[in-house]
C-alpha cells in the first residue's frame, strides 16, 4: 500500500500525518512534501483518477480561495505589527536622544555650580554631587576633607 505525508489538521498531529494515497482528498487535504505530490500525480495516473472532476476542482478552488484570505489576513496582520514596532522604536530612540540631552544638561548645571561655589563652602553633599558630575570615584563613608581633597584634585 503506497502512503502519502498530509499536512496536518491539527497542531497535536505534528508536522505531518501518514494516509494511505487512495485516501487522499484534495477538499479534504493538503500533500505535505514534493514527494507527496509525486506519489499523489502517480496514483492517478495509474489508477485513472488524473482528471479531477468539477465538484472536485471547485472544492481545490474554494480550498484556494480560502487559503488565500488566510494568507491576506496573516500579511495584513504582519504590517500592522511591523508599523507598531517601527511606532516603538522611533519612540524608544527620542527617549534615548531626551535622556542623553537631559544628562549632558545636568552635568554642565553642576559643573556651572562647582564653577561658581568655592569647594570649601560647600556642604557634603555638593562635594559629592560635584564629584559625581566629573566621574570621580569616592567612598560613601568619605568625609568632608577626602571629598573636597578628592575635587581640588580632580
Do not use: C, W
Not at 71 to 98: K, S, V, Y
Amino acid at each position: 500500500m503506497i502512503t502519502i505525508k498530509i499536512k496536518p489538521s491539527h497542531p497535536s498531529q505534528g508536522d505531518y500525518v501518514v494516509i494511505n494515497v487512495s485516501d487522499f482528498e484534495p477538499q479534504k487535504h493538503e500533500p505535505y512534501d514534493q514527494e507527496s505530490r509525486d506519489a499523489l500525480l502517480e496514483y492517478a495516473a495509474e489508477s485513472g483518477h488524473l482528471n479531477p472532476s468539477e465538484p472536485e476542482l471547485q472544492a481545490m478552488h474554494d480550498q484556494l480561495l480560502v487559503r488565500q484570505g488566510q494568507l491576506d489576513d496573516r500579511e495584513l496582520q504582519l504590517n500592522q505589527r511591523t508599523g507598531l514596532l517601527d511606532a516603538r522604536e522611533q519612540t524608544l530612540l527620542e527617549r534615548e536622544m531626551a535622556n542623553a540631552t537631559e544628562a549632558q544638561r545636568l552635568a554642565d548645571l553642576a559643573a556651572a555650580q562647582a564653577a561658581q561655589i568655592d569647594p570649601a563652602s560647600m556642604t557634603k553633599a555638593q562635594l559629592q554631587a560635584a564629584l559625581t558630575a566629573k566621574g570621580v570615584p569616592f567612598s560613601s563613608t568619605a568625609d568632608k576633607a577626602e571629598l573636597l581633597a578628592l575635587l581640588t584634585g580632580a
